[in-house]
C-alpha cells in the first residue's frame, strides 16, 4: 500500500526496524546489562540500583520461580505501582521462561478477580498495600504462589525500615494470606539456584496487557517478544532527531510518572530507558503532583512522558513553573487528547512542545507520533511510525477519501497477536488483510499526518448529526476558569441523543453563564450541551484518561425518560 506519511519522515530515520539481531527482549536486556552494568537505571525515594543490580537480582529471582514447578508460559501477575521492585521482577519473570500479567494496583477485588481469572495466572508479585484485596479473591483463582512486596524492600538500612514503619501504620490494611513469600526472601532463596533460561523467539509471548475497560470488559491482548522488540526500536529510532539537535550530558534521565503496568510506560520509559541505558525517574504516586514537583526539583530530566490530565495538572501548580527545564529533550504525551489550552500553556512555561502520538495496549503503545523534533504542537498525533501502516476505514472496511473521518485500522510488527483466549473477539477486531480495528475515529491528511477525531463508542449522534466529545471537551477546556471537563450522551426522545457536560472548575466562583456564552459562541446548536455539571473530580483510569463511560452510565440513571 501508498505510504505518504514516509516523506515527511524525519532526516535520518528509517521506513523499517530490524529486530532481527534479538531474538526476544531476554536478549536485548542482556546486551543492556553489559553495556550500562554500573550506571543507575533507576531512581526512587532517593534510592538508585543500576543495571547490573537488576542483572543480578532478576536471575535470582528467576531461579526462585523456576524453582516452584510453574511451566515454561505460565502467567505471573505483578500487582505494583512505580517502585524499584517492578522491573526486577518483569526482567525475572521474561528471562526465566514465564509471561507477564501487568495489573493496576488499584483495582477492585472483582475487576483483580477478572483479570487473574481470564489470564490464568499461577503466581503473583504484589506490593503489599493492596495484599487486602488480593485475600478477598485468591482462593477463586488459579494464583499457588504469592510474593509480597515492601515499599522499603530495596531502599537500604536505615531509611527501608523507617519507611517500612510508616506505610504499614498508614497505608497497609490489615491482611491475610497464609502461604506468602517475601520479596527479599525470594531473591535470597533464588541466589544459589541456577536459573536456566529457555529459548525465546519473537513469536513467544511475553506480557499480557489488559485494555483498560474505557469502553467494556478489559481483555488481555497478547503482546510477543516480536512486537515489544518492534516497539522498542522504533520508539529508538523516532526519537533520535530530538536527541541529535541538542547535546545532553551525561547520562539520559525518562520522567516516569506514568504507571509502569500501563502499555504507554511500559514501553516508553521501561523498555526504552533499558535500551538507550537511560535513568528512569519513579514516581509512585503521580496524584500527589506537590510530591512530583519536589522530586522534579532535584533532578535534570530530558523525557518526560505524560497524559493531557498530568500535564495539565503540573502547569497548575505554581512550583512547577519556576522548574529549569533547560534539559527538557522531549515531552511526549499520550492516552488521551492533548487539549490545546494544555499544550500553549505548556510551551509558554517550558519552552518545549508536546509531541503528541497514539497507540493501544493492542499495538505495544505508540505507533503512531509527530516528529521528536517538533517545533510546536499541531493538534494531530502525527504520523505512523517505521514498520505501521494506517488505513482509515467506514463501517464496511472500504477505505475513506483523504481527510474524511473513519475508523483508525492498524497493521504492524508492533501488533498484538490476539487477545488471550478470546479467538473470537480477536477475529471481529481484525480485518481480512491483517488491519486492527481500533475503535477510534480519525482522519489521516494528503501528508500521512493521523488526527484523532473521538472513540468510535464515546461518539454522540444528535438528531442524526455526529458529536464528538473531543471536539466539545477542548471548546470547554479553553475557558480560563476550567480545570477538567468531559462531554457525553444521553437518550433524548427528540433529538435520539443529547450532550450532557461535566465540569471541574479551578474554582468554586466560576461565572456559570459566562462560560455557558463561551461554548455557545464557539459551538454549532447540535453539538451545545443541554445540561451542565459541576464536579470537583472526574472519575480516572489508572493513567489518568478520562472515564466517560462512567459518567454516561451516571448521567443516563440520572436522567427521567426523554429528557437530557
Known sequence: MDRPWLASYPEGVKAEVDT???????ALAAESYQRFHDLPAYICMGRTISFGDIDTMSRDLGAWLQSQGLARGDRVAVMMPNVLQYPIVIAAILRAGFIAVNVNPLYTPRELEHQLKDSGARAIFILENFAVTLQQVVAKTDIRHIVLASMGDLLGFPKGAIVNLVVRRRMVPPYSL?????????????????LVEPPLTHADAAVLQYTGGTTGVSKGATLTHGALLAAVLA?????????KRKQIHGQPTFVTALPLYHVFAFVTCSLLALRAGALCLLIPNPRDIPGLVKELARHRFHMFPAVNTLFNGLLNNPDFVRLDFSDLLVANGGGMAVQDSVARRWMEVTGVPIVEGYGLSETCSGVVCNPADLAAFNGSVGLPMPGVDIRIIDDAGRDVAPGQPGEIAIRGPQLMVGYWNRPDETASAMTPDGFFKS?????????????????KKDMIIVSGFNVYPN???????DYPGVLECAAVGVPDAGSGEAVVLYVVPKDANIDKDALASFYKARLTGYKTPRRVEFRTTLPKTNVGKILRRELRDEAISETPPGQP
Not at 20 to 26: D, K, R
Not at 471 to 477: G, Q, R, S
Request: hydrophobic fraction near 45%; charged fraction near 25%.
Open 235 to 243: 520508539s529508538e529510532a523516532w526519537l533520535q532527531p530530538a536527541f
Open 20 to 26: 532481527s539481531a534479538y531474538p526476544s527482549l531476554v
Open 439 to 455: 475503535g477510534d475515529i480519525g482522519t489521516l491528511d494528503e501528508r500521512g499526518y493521523l488526527r484523532i477525531v473521538d472513540r
Open 471 to 477: 471536539e466539545i471537551e477542548a471548546v470547554v477546556a
Open 178 to 194: 497464609p502461604g506468602a513469600i517475601r520479596y527479599k526472601a525470594a531473591v535470597a532463596a533464588g541466589a544459589g539456584r541456577p
